[in-house]
């Protein structure tokens, strides 16, 4: 069950849930969450992208970059809005709220955005960072589990590690067991142990590759 971050200053959190259509039906209200939005979509990008830096060592820039853009795209963000409530507490103009505002995708995830940037001026980096890493783990690891769109995230070792800790509570091992070649054209073979039994063999031409090729090895023969 998703809940809202404490905020300290109550007024920025309903200044995040003011939508521009308010503001034109009450000018006595001074300002909407535009500049709050601008705000915390920075903040996301950068400490979601800090999170999946930390959390999918073997992905590369491109895995990286294509992951962080699915979780913090406008379908994502609006279910977040709608577990955590927002569409509720949107105050919205009568128009907006006769155009079904509170389940717009679009109005839900600018909330959402808002609300960070929001939470980040009330409490600061360090309380958002707690938020923000305690909120899209899940999320993150359903997407590299199940990729959407025909993208795959899954990194061969990233994989054999999630079985391992299911069946043995225990993280594969990998070992560098041999070297070929001269030394400007290397070929390492890695092999890759599990509870002390050893499930794949791989080569490449650096150590990093051959324990990847180790891993996929380890897979085909799981059936996984």
Not at 171 to 192: L, R, W
């Amino acid at each position: 069950m998703l809940s809202l971050p404490d905020f300290t200053d109550p007024s920025l959190f309903s200044l995040a849930l003011t939508h521009r259509s308010y503001v034109n039906e009450h000018p006595e209200i001074p300002e909407h969450n535009e500049r709050l939005e601008f705000l915390g979509d920075a903040i996301l990008a950068f400490l979601v992208g800090e999170l999946l830096y930390q959390r999918y060592r073997e992905m590369n820039e491109a895995e990286l970059t294509r992951l962080r853009a699915n979780l913090v795209e406008e379908a994502q963000l609006s279910k977040f809005a709608v577990e955590l409530g927002l569409g509720e507490l949107l105050r919205l103009g009568k128009g907006a709220i006769k155009d079904n505002g509170r389940s717009n995708p679009a109005l839900l995830c600018d909330a959402f955005e808002a609300m960070i940037g929001a939470y980040y001026l009330d409490s600061g980096l360090e309380a958002v960072r707690a938020y923000v890493h305690a909120l899209f783990p899940p999320v993150a690891d359903r997407f590299v589990s199940t990729p959407a769109r025909g993208i795959s995230f899954v990194d061969p070792k990233n994989r054999l590690q999630q079985w391992a800790l299911e069946r043995f509570a225990r993280n594969p091992e990998y070992v560098i067991v041999g070297e070929s070649g001269p030394d400007h054209a290397k070929e390492f073979t890695a092999q890759v142990r599990i509870n002390n039994t050893l499930y794949g063999t791989g080569t490449g031409k650096r150590k990093q590759d051959a324990t990847k090729a180790a891993a996929e090895d380890a897979l085909r023969r799981l059936d996984l």
